[in-house]
């Protein structure tokens, strides 16, 4: 079981830790939300970002450990953070991908209307 929650300053350096271990792009903490996924001992095992503006977000680094996946923590946490972005009546969240296109085209959440 895992739980998506908000992440905290306290999470900064466990979030910056599973991208490093993904060999994604360095978390930006500035102007940015982040969601974490843990798990029953608390241990972070995926997260996922946005950097925003007022009309729309970029969703970053969304990265799921390998033990977590194929038990919904992508999705989980993609579908936070869309929920977030209504929430906060953004029009638009952009997603680019180099690597990671397979799990896009098989998620619903791409194609998701704000």
């Given at each position: 079981m895992y739980t998506i929650r908000n992440a905290t300053p306290a999470d900064e350096a466990r979030?910056?830790?599973?991208?490093?271990?993904?060999?994604?792009?360095a978390p930006v903490f500035g102007a940015?939300?982040?969601?974490?996924?843990?798990d029953q001992?608390?241990?972070v095992c995926g997260t996922i970002g946005a950097e925003y503006s007022?009309?729309?977000w970029l969703l970053r680094s969304a990265v799921v450990a390998q033990q977590a996946r194929g038990h919904g923590v992508g999705g989980a946490l993609t579908r936070r953070l869309i929920h977030a972005?209504?929430?906060?009546?953004?029009p638009a969240v952009y997603c680019f991908s180099t690597d990671a296109g397979d799990?896009?085209?098989r998620s619903e959440e791409h194609t998701s209307e704000l």
């Open positions: 979030i910056a830790d599973i991208i490093a271990q993904h060999h994604m792009v940015s939300s982040w969601w974490v996924a843990c001992r608390d241990a007022t009309t729309a972005a209504r929430h906060q009546h953004i799990f896009w085209q």
